[in-house]
């Protein structure tokens, strides 16, 4: 997934309007008891994800089982983009749409979906982004691609960091399963980029980030 606007061509189409509340609220549940039985899975830092408006989560991504990691212990409901891959099985894309996914084309400019992250965070909902683009090949925070700093730039929301720890080690590229392994997360307060130049940003996202996992990480 390339975050960097592409200059032309056609842009998906996003239904960003099919959220269904009764649906997320159904599956929360055993969501959170299977992560708490196999991955013993704890968090840290929920009180930085604001309870009203729209949020920017911006998380290193270890394996698929991301996006459900960071929104299955927050109170608000969390949006997050998908591989068009995903939504080519009409029965698995329903569901993943009907709990605020939506898809966008990897390896190449998605200016339409850039444009519902935007109407999200505009609308006030929680949003997940993975800056490094794709999940980890060695379990360590990848390169962050230039492309986030001109959605932090245009959303003006907060942007709170996040690390994920263990989720690599449960199901790495490659394997079909994933197994048992204890996973940890972490939410950091609100990064300040009011003044800060695009460069800047990129920095900042990788630095906290990579701090964070480390603190994360002697928590055990």
Not at 64 to 82: E, I, K, T, Y
Not at 176 to 200: N, S, W
């Amino acid at each position: 997934m390339t975050l960097t606007p592409a200059d032309s061509g056609t842009p998906l189409e996003h239904d960003g309007d099919a959220l269904n509340p009764w649906l997320w609220a159904l599956l929360k549940m055993p969501c959170r008891l299977a992560t708490t039985l196999m991955f013993d899975l704890k968090t840290y830092g929920k009180r930085h994800v604001p309870a009203a408006g729209g949020a920017l989560l911006i998380s290193n991504h270890q394996s698929n089982l991301d996006p459900v990691l960071l929104a299955v212990h927050l109170r608000r409901q969390v949006s997050f983009m998908a591989k068009i891959e995903l939504f080519q099985n009409r029965h698995f894309g329903w569901l993943i749409r009907q709990l605020n996914a939506f898809p966008v084309r990897r390896g190449e400019g998605d200016v339409g979906a850039i444009r519902e992250v935007l109407r999200r965070l505009k609308e006030g909902k929680v949003l997940t982004l993975f800056p490094e683009g794709t999940r980890t090949r060695d379990g360590r925070i990848g390169r962050i691609q230039p492309g986030i700093a001109m959605i932090v730039k245009r959303a003006q929301v907060p942007v709170i960091p996040a690390v994920i720890d263990g989720s690599f080690q449960s199901w790495p590229r490659g394997r079909k399963l994933f197994r048992p392994h204890p996973i940890r997360v972490m939410y950091g307060p609100p990064l300040r980029v009011e003044k800060l130049k695009a460069e800047q940003i990129v920095q900042l996202i990788a630095s906290t980030l990579s701090g964070m996992l480390e603190e994360l990480r002697k928590k055990g």
